[in-house]
Structures are given as structure tokens and as C-alpha cells.
């Protein structure tokens, strides 16, 4: 193990290394360009051996991986933002092809107006593509996302795509201490990716065809159980990881201070840590406050989410996106969590960070304050208040 | 937590200063921890920029930018304005590269230390005035910082210039 002091982007492409894939088909879009740059020298130092293979379009890259996949080999591809929405016919052929191809998608706003900045519109517009989707909140997790990333994709009954998201800026372009584990060690939790789900000429077959209405339903409730299935692969894999590197996540979600709270914020990403922290903060004064953190939104965590809320008096989802018209997706996916579960609990949308605007420690504290009011509905942060953009 | 910001212009290495600070704090102590990051947006020459240094004994989970520093580190000096003191912690100081006294600042003439290392930018200079009067990282895990992080062929000249502004404080 080494330690160094990495950017989100770089560190990532640190796992990516250890992760050995032997195709990566790169096309460079802000803020995502470092994670294919560094990739690109590692190649070209030897100290990663892969096929890079420079596209010109990014429908072209998430192609160029599906086809790589397609003949057996592990592929990666790294987008962001409008890239994504480029790729995104190429992301259903992927998932439904069950090619679990690795991709880091660096969250970024969505045109118009063109802005550069982070938030999560771009991936969360995607959750119905098929693919499993997970938001890291540091460089170290981004990492370990990285490497855990292929096993759980690559596991035969889970055999799905796999998006690793990691916030625009607030987590690519910070640097922070990451360790690097050995050489040895990934490779010993990590082999390499065998499938049938290949082109061979020995034992030729039929791949990415048509299927009809008499046998098109099949075929998609096979997706969903491959999607499904992630789960208890995601809870072995962790475990197996913790076992080699020492260091345990938590599923699908992570929680802090739920056990015993009247008050759950609960969001994903980076912003995490200053929720936790304006939680203490909280806890301090005497107001029982607690942050859920969504790690995976795919497969989606809907019984960690019932648990864990079941006894509050209040919830919010703290999210970068909005459907517009309607509310964020993040939001909809737990108040189904909840209606599913049985459990009336009133909580509100709190839309934020939209084309990378600042969260601040404030913001987080009047979030706490409107769940402690009972406030439903959708409320975007700086707009309405006092604090009026 | 000790809160460091740093103001340059595109091409001056302020954020590589801010980077180069937080991997010496963090460089050998498993018990301490570090954020570096710039003001993200499109890289221009010339143009201001701002980057942050957050040191802890504990992990550090706020990622927004500094409200009050402890130390706001100035590369040009154009880019002063007393209104920066709003910035700044009760105790906090300002130190800035220029050549004329600033009332409620420290100036130091990095240029002077830069020029005789041959060295076209004045970041780490100043990250050395920085540690020199700080003590928030030894000169030896500084020197260190630029031997993990800088190009080979720029180390010497970079590590002498910041041995000398170290120098320079605390004489």
C-alpha cells in the first residue's frame, strides 16, 4: 500500500490500473479529462497494459467498449455531462447486452445555459438505462469503486453495466490523501474476467439481436433481476474487500446518527460530509438530527431506506437534480421506498447545487430547520427565502 | 482545522502551492488529514484565481469553500483588497508577494527570492514564507511535498527557493 495525495479523477484511474482492463476507449470532456489523461499515461509508461483506443465521439466510446466486451475483454470508458446524454442510446445496447463495461461518470450540470459545474442531472436522467449506478463522496471510496466496481458487474448473475459517479470539481479536482493498495492484492480480489457472453468462433452465437413481442418481455425481466442481483453481490464484495484492504463500506446506503433520529437528511455525493457534520453541529444543541447517505441509486435502496426512516418524525432529500414539472428523482424513488414500506412521514425535496452553486454549512442547517417544520414539497435552495439567488 | 487560502493569477501555481501544502501535512501522519482544491472553471492565463488548503487532525468532510482562513497567502499583489480580511479568522494573517508595504498585511518580496533561483513564478516562495511563519507543516516535510509533486528537473531550484523564504522569516 502506498499513500498519496490524489485528485478524485486520479485516484480513480489509480483503481482503474489495479482493476486491469484491457480495453479503455477515451473521449475527453470536462470535468473528466484527467481521469482518461492519466489513464493515457499510464498506458503509455507500460504500467497498465490496455488497448487505448482514442474515439472521436463519445457514442463512439461507449460503443467501442460494448464491442470490446463483446469479445470478451474488460472494458472501461469515462464521460460527463452532455457526453453522457451523447452515449445514451449506446447505454441501453450495453446494458441490455449484459456487457458489464465500467464507465466513471463525472457529474456535471446539463445545457442550457452551458455550464461546466457539478451537479447530478446528467446520470440521474439515466437511472432507467439499465445501468447500476453508484456516487462516491471522497477520493478513496472513488478508488475502491474503481476496483470493486468490475467484480460486481462482472458476477454472472449480475452481468450489468456499471456507472461510477463522482461529483464534477467538488470531488474530481480535489486532492485528498487516497492509499493505493498493493499490486498483489487487487489482483487477488480482482481475477480476470472470464464470460460465455463472447464472441467465440469454437462455439459460435447468436449476439445483440432482435427479440419480439412474444419474447422481448423476457429478455427485460432478465435485466431486472441482473440489476436486482447486484445487491447481495454489492454486500459480498465489500465484504471480501474489507477482508483484503481493510477498509468496510456499507451497502447500498450509509447512515450516520439514524439510529435514534427525529430529523433525516437524506442525499448522495460529496455533499454528504457537510450534512454529517452540520448533523453534530445539530446534535450539540439537542435536536436529534441524522444523514442517510445513497450509495447505489441502482440497484435502489429501498428497505435500508424504510429501515432507517421508520422511526423519524421528519425527513428531506437534499439532492442536485429536478425533474422538471414534478420534483427531484432521488426524492420520488424514496417516497416510494416509503409508501412501499407503509410509513406516512412527511418529508421535503430540497433541490441544490444546480450548475455547481455552493452548498453551504447554512443551507444545511435551514434544511434541518423546514424538516423539524413539517414542510412537504419542493423547495430549491436560495430561491424564495431570504437568500434570493 | 487550520484553513489556508491562496490568491494568484492562471499560471502563477497558486493551486499547486495549495496542493503542495496539503501533501506535507499529510505526508507521513496517518492522523492527519488534507484538502487541496482550486476555484474550479476554465484555466486562463492571467486570470484570478483562488485555491484552498483545509488541514485536520481529522478527516476533512467539508469540500466548500473557506468562509474564515487562518492565513490567505497572496501571489500578485494586485490582487489585494482590505475587504479580504472578511476572510479571515480573528487571528488571522495575510501575507502578500509585493514590493510595497500593505497596511495590514505582511509583504515579502518573493520576486527577489524567485529571480535569484531562476524560477519564473513566485508559489513556492510563498508557500515557504507560509510555512516559515505558520509552522503548520517542518520545512523538511515541504521539501519533501516538492520531491513527491514537482517535476524532476524543477526540484532544486524550487526547494532552495523555499529553503531561503523559510530562511527569510525566520531570521
Given at each position: 500500500?502506498?499513500?498519496?495525495?490524489?485528485s478524485?479523477?486520479?485516484?480513480?484511474?489509480?483503481?482503474?490500473?489495479?482493476?486491469?482492463?484491457?480495453?479503455?476507449?477515451?473521449?475527453?470532456?470536462?470535468?473528466?479529462?484527467?481521469?482518461?489523461?492519466?489513464?493515457?499515461?499510464?498506458?503509455?509508461?507500460?504500467?497498465?497494459?490496455?488497448?487505448?483506443?482514442?474515439?472521436?465521439s463519445?457514442?463512439?466510446?461507449?460503443?467501442?467498449?460494448?464491442?470490446?466486451s463483446?469479445?470478451?475483454?474488460?472494458?472501461?470508458?469515462?464521460?460527463?455531462?452532455?457526453?453522457?446524454?451523447?452515449?445514451?442510446?449506446c447505454?441501453?445496447?450495453?446494458?441490455?447486452?449484459?456487457?458489464?463495461?465500467v464507465?466513471?461518470?463525472?457529474?456535471?450540470?446539463t445545457?442550457?445555459?452551458?455550464?461546466?459545474?457539478?451537479d447530478?442531472?446528467?446520470?440521474?436522467?439515466?437511472l432507467?438505462?439499465?445501468?447500476?449506478?453508484?456516487?462516491?463522496?471522497?477520493?478513496?471510496?472513488?478508488?475502491d469503486?474503481?476496483?470493486?466496481?468490475?467484480?460486481?458487474?462482472?458476477?454472472?448473475?449480475?452481468?450489468?453495466?456499471?456507472?461510477?459517479?463522482?461529483d464534477?470539481?467538488?470531488?474530481?479536482?480535489?486532492?485528498?490523501?487516497?492509499?493505493?493498495?498493493?499490486?498483489?492484492?487487487?489482483?487477488?480480489?480482482?481475477p480476470?474476467?472470464?464470460?460465455?457472453?463472447?464472441?467465440?468462433?469454437?462455439?459460435?452465437?447468436n449476439?445483440?439481436?432482435?427479440?419480439?413481442?412474444?419474447?422481448?418481455?423476457?429478455?427485460?425481466?432478465?435485466?431486472?433481476?441482473?440489476?436486482?442481483?447486484?445487491?447481495?453481490?454489492?454486500?459480498?464484495?465489500?465484504?471480501?474487500?474489507?477482508?483484503?484492504?481493510?477498509?468496510?463500506?456499507?451497502?447500498?446506503?450509509?447512515s450516520?446518527?439514524?439510529?435514534?433520529?427525529d430529523?433525516?437528511?437524506?442525499?448522495?455525493?460529496?455533499?454528504?460530509?457537510?450534512?454529517?457534520?452540520?448533523?453534530?453541529?445539530?446534535?450539540?444543541?439537542?435536536?436529534?438530527?441524522?444523514?442517510?447517505?445513497?450509495?447505489?441509486?441502482?440497484?435502489?435502496?429501498?428497505?435500508?431506506?424504510?429501515?432507517?426512516?421508520?422511526?423519524?418524525?421528519?425527513y428531506?432529500?437534499?439532492?442536485?437534480?429536478i425533474?422538471?414539472?414534478?420534483?427531484?428523482?432521488?426524492?420520488?424513488?424514496?417516497?416510494?421506498?416509503?409508501?412501499?414500506?407503509?410509513?406516512?412521514?412527511?418529508?421535503?425535496?430540497?433541490?441544490g447545487?444546480?450548475?455547481?452553486?455552493?452548498?453551504s454549512?447554512?443551507?444545511?442547517?435551514?434544511?434541518?430547520?423546514?424538516?423539524?417544520?413539517?414542510?412537504?414539497?419542493?423547495?430549491?435552495?436560495?430561491?424564495?427565502?431570504?437568500?434570493?439567488? | 482545522?487550520?484553513?489556508?487560502?491562496w490568491?494568484?493569477?492562471?499560471?502563477?501555481?497558486?493551486?499547486?502551492?495549495?496542493?503542495?501544502?496539503?501533501?506535507?501535512?499529510?505526508?507521513?501522519?496517518?492522523?492527519?488529514?488534507?484538502?487541496?482544491?482550486?476555484?474550479?472553471?476554465?484555466?486562463?492565463?492571467?486570470?484570478?484565481?483562488?485555491?484552498?488548503?483545509?488541514?485536520d487532525?481529522?478527516?476533512?468532510?467539508?469540500?466548500?469553500?473557506?468562509e474564515?482562513?487562518?492565513?490567505?497567502?497572496?501571489?500578485?499583489?494586485?490582487?489585494?483588497?482590505?475587504?479580504?480580511?472578511?476572510?479571515?479568522?480573528e487571528?488571522?494573517r495575510?501575507?502578500?508577494?509585493?514590493?510595497?508595504?500593505?497596511?495590514?498585511?505582511?509583504?515579502?518580496?518573493?520576486?527577489?527570492?524567485?529571480?535569484?533561483?531562476?524560477?519564473?513564478?513566485?508559489?513556492?516562495?510563498?508557500?515557504?514564507?507560509?510555512?516559515?511563519?505558520?509552522?503548520?507543516?517542518?520545512?523538511?516535510?515541504?521539501?519533501?511535498?516538492?520531491?513527491?509533486?514537482?517535476?524532476?528537473?524543477?526540484?532544486?531550484?524550487?526547494?532552495?527557493?523555499?529553503?531561503?523564504?523559510?530562511?527569510?522569516?525566520?531570521?
Amino acid at each position: 500500500m502506498s499513500r498519496k495525495f490524489l485528485s478524485g479523477n486520479e485516484a480513480f484511474a489509480e483503481g482503474i490500473r489495479l482493476a486491469r482492463p484491457e480495453v479503455i476507449s477515451a473521449y475527453p470532456i470536462t470535468p473528466q479529462t484527467i481521469v482518461v489523461e492519466r489513464l493515457s499515461e499510464m498506458v503509455e509508461d507500460g504500467s497498465l497494459r490496455a488497448e487505448y483506443v482514442h474515439v472521436e465521439s463519445e457514442h463512439s466510446a461507449l460503443s467501442c467498449a460494448i464491442g470490446a466486451s463483446a469479445a470478451g475483454a474488460r472494458a472501461f470508458t469515462a464521460t460527463s455531462s452532455q457526453g453522457l446524454l451523447y452515449m445514451a442510446e449506446c447505454l441501453y445496447y450495453a446494458a441490455g447486452g449484459r456487457f458489464p463495461i465500467v464507465m466513471m461518470n463525472a457529474d456535471r450540470s446539463t445545457a442550457l445555459p452551458w455550464n461546466i459545474y457539478g451537479d447530478q442531472r446528467d446520470s440521474l436522467s439515466q437511472l432507467d438505462s439499465g445501468w447500476i449506478q453508484a456516487y462516491a463522496e471522497n477520493a478513496q471510496e472513488a478508488l475502491d469503486l474503481a476496483l470493486m466496481s468490475y467484480k460486481i458487474a462482472e458476477n454472472k448473475a449480475v452481468s450489468t453495466p456499471y456507472m461510477a459517479n463522482l461529483d464534477g470539481f467538488v470531488l474530481t479536482h480535489t486532492y485528498e490523501t487516497v492509499d493505493i493498495p498493493d499490486r498483489e492484492q487487487a489482483d487477488r480480489f480482482l481475477p480476470p474476467y472470464e464470460t460465455d457472453n463472447r464472441i467465440d468462433f469454437d462455439n459460435p452465437k447468436n449476439m445483440a439481436f432482435s427479440a419480439g413481442p412474444d419474447s422481448n418481455y423476457i429478455f427485460k425481466y432478465r435485466e431486472h433481476e441482473g440489476v436486482l442481483a447486484a445487491k447481495a453481490v454489492i454486500a459480498e464484495t465489500e465484504k471480501e474487500f474489507a477482508e483484503i484492504f481493510g477498509r468496510q463500506y456499507t451497502g447500498l446506503t450509509e447512515s450516520y446518527l439514524t439510529e435514534d433520529a427525529d430529523y433525516i437528511l437524506i442525499t448522495l455525493g460529496s455533499i454528504a460530509g457537510l450534512c454529517r457534520e452540520t448533523a453534530d453541529k445539530l446534535r450539540s444543541r439537542g435536536v436529534k438530527a441524522g444523514v442517510l447517505r445513497i450509495r447505489y441509486m441502482r440497484p435502489f435502496p429501498n428497505e435500508e431506506i424504510a429501515h432507517e426512516l421508520k422511526n423519524a418524525k421528519g425527513y428531506g432529500v437534499l439532492e442536485k437534480d429536478i425533474s422538471f414539472g414534478n420534483e427531484g428523482a432521488v426524492y420520488t424513488n424514496v417516497n416510494s421506498a416509503l409508501k412501499k414500506a407503509g410509513l406516512t412521514i412527511k418529508g421535503g425535496n430540497f433541490i441544490g447545487g444546480l450548475g455547481g452553486r455552493n452548498i453551504s454549512a447554512a443551507d444545511i442547517e435551514g434544511i434541518f430547520a423546514h424538516i423539524a417544520d413539517g414542510k412537504d414539497g419542493v423547495h430549491f435552495l436560495g430561491i424564495g427565502g431570504s437568500d434570493n439567488g | 482545522m487550520k484553513e489556508i487560502i491562496w490568491l494568484g493569477r492562471g499560471g502563477q501555481g497558486a493551486f499547486t502551492a495549495a496542493k503542495l501544502l496539503g501533501a506535507a501535512y499529510t505526508a507521513e501522519n496517518s492522523d492527519k488529514y488534507a484538502l487541496a482544491f482550486p476555484s474550479f472553471g476554465p484555466e486562463r492565463r492571467g486570470a484570478p484565481v483562488r485555491a484552498f488548503t483545509k488541514l485536520d487532525t481529522k478527516p476533512v468532510t467539508d469540500r466548500s469553500q473557506t468562509e474564515k482562513a487562518d492565513y490567505i497567502v497572496i501571489l500578485d499583489d494586485t490582487l489585494y483588497s482590505p475587504q479580504l480580511k472578511q476572510l479571515l479568522k480573528e487571528d488571522g494573517r495575510i501575507i502578500v508577494n509585493s514590493k510595497s508595504d500593505i497596511d495590514g498585511a505582511l509583504t515579502f518580496d518573493g520576486e527577489r527570492i524567485s529571480a535569484e533561483f531562476r524560477l519564473p513564478t513566485v508559489n513556492t516562495v510563498m508557500y515557504g514564507l507560509l510555512v516559515g511563519l505558520s509552522g503548520v507543516v517542518s520545512a523538511e516535510d515541504a521539501i519533501g511535498s516538492i520531491k513527491g509533486y514537482m517535476p524532476e528537473k524543477i526540484q532544486e531550484r524550487n526547494i532552495g527557493a523555499l529553503g531561503r523564504a523559510v530562511e527569510e522569516v525566520l531570521s
